[in-house]
């Protein structure tokens, strides 16, 4: 009964999400869609209807891995 109504939690964020986005002017049948780190698993298992130009990127550590990348460009130095 729980695991039922979180997954139906789940599924319902992620269509209040997609419609956040078309209120706020995107185009979603034309708008690519990424989801990167944890959200991403979720987003994959409750994914609305805009599936098919939807990608997923389920490393959990890609935020930290971007501020890394992003804090390293702006020490100027390599990035490793």
């Known amino acids: 009964m729980y695991a039922e109504l979180i997954n139906g939690m789940m599924r319902?964020?992620?269509c209040s999400l997609e419609l956040e986005l078309a209120e706020r002017g995107y185009d979603?049948?034309?708008t690519n869609l990424i989801y990167v780190g944890g959200g991403a698993l979720m987003a994959r298992?409750?994914?609305g209807k805009y599936r098919s130009h939807t990608a997923y990127d389920?490393?959990?550590c890609a935020n930290a891995k971007g501020y890394e990348f992003l804090a390293w460009q702006m020490m100027g130095k390599k990035v490793a």
Do not use: G, N, P, S
Request: with cysteine; hydrophobic share 35%; aromatic share 8%.
């Open 12 to 14: 319902e964020k992620i």
């Open 28 to 30: 979603m049948d034309y």
């Open 45 to 47: 298992d409750h994914a």
């Open 58 to 60: 389920c490393d959990l």
